[in-house]
């Protein structure tokens, strides 16, 4: 239902623009997020986004990090500048969905692409 794109690997200070879709028969979707996880660690809420257009970051990526959505083609994204090695993990895509024929908001997630920064 949702599928991310966009990862790879970049030089410290780079950038990179991660891509989420999200497919099937949708009625709506409300809030949108990237989340982003490092190997034994909880996976961690960066930036999310209503569907009003309403952002939130967390500290760490404000002013680096913007996130936008198309919600005529129900795709979000993540831009990422001025990427740090802090940066990497595999960053995952959420959303607030509701199907066509339903009437509730079901929790969707994406399967994650990997985002790698050399110092």
């Known amino acids: 239902q949702l599928q991310a794109c966009g990862g790879g690997l970049v030089q410290a200070g780079g950038s990179l623009r991660l891509s989420c879709a999200a497919s099937?028969?949708?009625?709506?979707?409300?809030?949108m997020r990237w989340y982003r996880q490092v190997p034994g660690k909880r996976r961690n809420l960066v930036a999310s986004?209503?569907?009003?257009?309403?952002?939130n970051y967390v500290d760490s990526v404000k002013g680096r990090f913007t996130i936008s959505r198309d919600n005529a083609n129900n795709i979000m994204y993540l831009q990422m500048n001025h990427l740090t090695p802090d940066d990497a993990a595999v960053y995952y895509c959420?959303?607030?969905?509701?199907?066509?024929?339903?009437?509730?908001?079901?929790?969707?997630w994406g399967q994650g692409t990997q985002v790698t920064v050399s110092s």
């Open positions: 986004i209503t569907n009003g257009g309403n952002e």
């Open positions: 959420n959303a607030d969905i509701r199907k066509t024929g339903t009437w509730e908001y079901l929790e969707f």
């Open positions: 099937g028969s949708i009625a709506n979707i409300l809030t």
